[in-house]
């Protein structure tokens, strides 16, 4: 049975999406990266040291031939600076994808969504691949998929925090209304947390504190590739009604 | 010439943005260089022409995710 995720041509191998942060050195996040099986690795744009050259980079440890690099706009809050990175980004990559981040407050990472919608619009008329990540908002998700997004990345709960699919029913309005996929971004604490993403029908996870703060990175990763195939093969498969009494699974017929 | 590259005043005698990614030991294939806010194509990067007081970013992916200041443009 095949059951590939496809957004614009591009075919992503695996439905779970890593981040890249946050780890102890690159070795690690190799190590990680490779334990979750994803193929897409997001990574962000900063200044290259020109003080102090070292000479190893990231990339050097995750090979762009072998994983789609999925460049972010983290730290931008404002509208000129997420187009700024993103134009950045198109440059120092090989692809036209950006993860769309344009963040209205310091403390919660929320998105500042009327800025997000802005430059969702103007980089997809500039031919960007573009996945805003957005709130668990309905309604937004539908303004920014008008506004030319690929795929339109709902969180689950605040970057970092682990809390889960806070507002499942949310997720679950999201799909029903979308024509472009569904990509949770960020909340995901644990492993069952991302087989709930996907069983609700989200068409992937993309998680990084999760994996990278755990205690065990490694086998964090395994566990999570592990519960992205659980859960997407769940909502494939089709759950049973959830009812208050039981239902006997052995028959009657010949009880002594 | 001075130029401020990364944030950090520099003297260079480099005449080209290829030539100042050498000097600095940066691989071209793996950056995206800015001058006075305009983007240059790495095709561009050994004919374009630096002048006195130009102000150049270069980036490069990182890990990421985390907010860090200090390398932000």
């Not at chain 1, 706009?73 to 990559?93: F, H, I, K």
Request: aromatic fraction near 6%.
């Amino acid at each position: 049975m095949e059951d590939k995720l496809i957004i614009r041509g591009i075919e992503f191998k695996s439905r779970l999406w890593v981040g890249t942060g946050k780890y102890k050195d690159f070795e690690e996040t190799a190590r990680a990266v490779k334990a979750s099986g994803a193929d897409v690795v997001t990574v962000a744009v900063r200044r290259v040291n020109v003080v102090d050259r070292k000479s190893e980079n990231l990339l050097d440890y995750i090979d762009p031939k072998k994983y789609k690099i999925l460049p972010n706009t983290a730290g931008c809050y404002t509208v000129e600076d997420a187009l700024r990175y993103s134009r950045l980004a198109r440059e120092a990559g090989v692809s036209e994808m950006i993860k769309l981040e344009v963040i209205g407050d310091e403390k919660t990472l929320f998105p500042d969504v009327i800025g997000l919608l802005k430059a969702t619009e103007i980089l997809a008329k500039e031919g960007f691949i573009v996945f805003p990540y957005t709130n668990d908002d309905p309604i937004m998700a539908k303004r920014l998929e008008d506004a030319g997004a690929a795929a339109v990345m709902p969180l689950g709960a605040p970057i970092g925090s682990g809390l889960g699919i806070r507002n499942p029913y949310n997720i679950k309005i999201i799909l029903e209304a979308a024509k472009v996929p569904i990509i949770v971004d960020a909340g995901v604490g644990t492993a069952s947390d991302a087989t709930v993403a996907m069983e609700l029908g989200c068409d992937a996870v993309l998680i990084n504190t999760a994996i990278a703060s755990a205690k065990d990175p490694i086998a964090m990763a395994e566990a999570m590739k592990h519960a992205v195939i659980a859960g997407r093969l769940a909502y494939k498969a089709g759950r049973i009604p959830k009812k208050l009494y039981a239902t006997a699974s052995s028959p009657i017929e010949g009880m002594l | 010439m001075r130029l401020k590259v990364n944030g950090e005043d520099r003297e260079t005698k480099s005449e080209t943005i290829l030539q100042l990614l050498k000097d600095l030991n940066v691989i071209p294939e793996r950056v995206a260089v800015e001058v006075n806010l305009r983007i240059i194509k790495r095709a561009d990067f050994e004919n374009y022409r630096l002048k006195d007081g130009d102000t150049v970013e270069i980036v490069y992916f990182v890990g990421g995710g985390i907010v860090d200041f200090k390398s932000q443009i």
